[in-house]
């Protein structure tokens, strides 16, 4: 299984940015998909998830209300519209996939090489 992460750049504050993610080499339609990010010398943390189906999507707190994620199973990609962008969100994302049918955070299997964020004051 192949994710692949697009869309990265590097914005203003306040500024909106879209992430992209296609797997490949898998059943995009029976995954869980999440967004992460990682910053230099802190663990990668959790920033969004949605279930196979679209019925349950999931953001982290510092994020919820400024972030959506989304999906289009026929196009086997995962979004992840950023807005109100704020310096702290600078950052490396990566998308991340597991074989779930039920949506539950935690561990996931496959991942992408990630995409820079970089959002500027």
């Known amino acids: 299984v192949q994710l692949v992460e697009s869309g990265g750049a590097l914005v203003q504050v306040g500024d909106s940015l879209r992430l992209s993610c296609v797997v490949s080499g898998g059943r995009f339609s029976s995954y869980v998909m999440g967004w992460f990010r990682q910053t230099t010398g802190k663990e990668r943390e959790f920033v969004a998830g949605?279930?196979?189906?679209?019925?349950?999507?999931d953001y982290a707190d510092d994020v919820k209300g400024r972030f959506i994620i989304s999906r289009n199973n026929d196009r086997a990609t995962v979004f992840l519209q950023m807005n109100s962008l704020k310096s702290e969100d600078t950052a490396v994302y990566f998308c991340?996939?597991?074989?779930?049918?039920?949506?539950?955070?935690?561990?996931?299997?496959?991942w992408g090489q990630g995409t820079q964020v970089t959002v500027s004051s």
């Open positions: 991340a996939a597991k074989d779930a049918l039920v949506y539950v955070r935690g561990k996931y299997d496959y």
């Open positions: 949605i279930s196979w189906d679209s019925g349950r999507t």
